[in-house]
């Protein structure tokens, strides 16, 4: 499918971008909504706590004030021997009877305050869901992808990162055991057939120089993996135990390839492959660029399971923990924004934004979305909505 501007004109983006912007605006009232309800939820909560503090100070000082009456009642009279002993028995009973109290309207406090909490996850979990379902088809541009994978009880446990120039920054699970190379454990040969590494110096039968053990990882198990854009880290182990014989490669396939190459013994620890002379002349740079692409390519192809978004930061901060929802869609719009106005100066008309699409055959349909709908739906988060209206300039 082809898109066009209202004029005709060619539009880059290969996207109904005002179906996005619509989903914008709704996801957008939705979950400002439920943060609206998280902060009043958290005022509630420092409010109850207050009172419970308050409370528990009035009953403290009324103890204070009672037992000072009572010791100046026993001080001014004529019976002391007599009245103490039902002195002591009168501040016991009142101790007794307010820490009483104090304890059983702390309880009921604390059981509010639990409940105010429980609705606050569950808003929070709500919004997460709603991001997810705006997120996942990447409405925002990327500058880069994160993946990390390690090796579970069966198959693999992948997550991804997905950033943006903006400071945003999405975490999303991956459903690997989706993936038909991914679902069980991969070896060194699901990449690259015959790849030999060097692995230590060795002293041969009746020879006397030390010559390079070279070792075939065929069979070795990937047992994690970091890919940063085309930076990549990768362990392959002899077996699934962390404390098997394994190798470490960490590779740069941006412009020239790099390799730095790192061996563990059984139980040892990793020393460099590189810093050996011997060894390094061994290692066959060309067979390991092909490794690497491969691994690569497998990994990238990873990106359209991924399925649930564990959390977003802005500019370093979580989005939920720290209820950053209504910056996260005001970045969102100033994201938007230069798209927005390039379709409101190619439309028609005045009171609407117009899209064409145009399928293999030629045919063209008209796509619109009228400012005014945009507004009254913003209008229902108020003065939020208003600054969201006014970054997209619309009308």
Request: with cysteine; aromatic share 8%; hydrophobic share 35%.
């Amino acid at each position: 499918m082809k898109y066009l501007y209202g004029d005709s004109t060619e539009f880059q983006m290969h996207i109904d971008f005002l179906r996005l912007l619509n989903n914008y605006v709704e996801t957008s009232v939705k979950t400002i909504n439920l943060e609206n309800a998280v902060f009043d939820l958290k005022e509630t909560i420092m409010d109850r706590r207050r009172l419970k503090n308050s409370v528990t100070d009035e009953m403290d000082n009324f103890i204070l004030t009672v037992e000072n009456a009572i010791g100046g009642a026993v001080s001014r009279s004529k019976e002391q021997e007599t009245i103490v002993k039902y002195a002591q028995k009168s501040r016991e009973f009142l101790k007794t009877f307010i820490e009483e109290g104090k304890t059983k309207f702390t309880d009921e406090i604390f059981q509010e305050i639990a409940q105010f909490e429980k609705k606050i996850d569950e808003a929070d979990e709500s919004n997460r869901k709603t991001l997810e379902t705006f997120l996942i088809y990447d409405p925002i541009p990327i500058i880069g992808k994160i993946y990390s994978i390690k090796a579970a009880e069966k198959g693999y446990s992948s997550k991804v990162q997905i950033d943006n120039d903006e400071g945003i920054s999405c975490f999303f699970d991956i459903a690997s055991s989706e993936s038909s190379f991914w679902k069980g454990n991969v070896r060194a040969r699901d990449f690259v057939k015959g790849m030999e590494i060097p692995a230590r110096m060795k002293k041969p039968f009746l020879k006397k120089e030390l010559v390079p053990d070279i070792v075939s990882i065929d069979d070795f198990q990937l047992g994690e993996l970091v890919l940063s854009n085309k930076e990549l880290e990768v362990v392959f182990r002899k077996r699934s135990d962390p404390n098997s014989e394994r190798f470490r490669l960490k590779m740069n396939l941006k412009g020239d390839f790099s390799v730095d190459v790192h061996h563990a013994e059984e139980n040892g620890v990793e020393i460099s492959i590189n810093a050996v002379p011997e060894l390094n002349n061994e290692l066959n740079i060309l067979r390991l660029q092909e490794f690497g692409e491969k691994i690569v390519e497998q990994t990238n192809n990873l990106y359209p399971k991924k399925q649930r978004l564990k959390t977003i930061t802005l500019k370093e901060r979580d989005v939920f923990e720290e209820n950053l929802v209504y910056d996260l869609m005001q970045k969102v719009a100033e994201i938007f924004a230069p798209t927005v106005a390039d379709i409101k100066k190619r439309s028609p008309s005045n009171v609407e934004l117009s899209l064409k699409s145009e399928d293999e055959s030629g045919k063209r349909s008209e796509i619109y979305l009228r400012k005014s709908e945009v507004k009254d739906k913003l209008n229902a988060i108020n003065e939020k909505g208003a600054k969201l209206l006014e970054i997209l300039d619309i009308m």
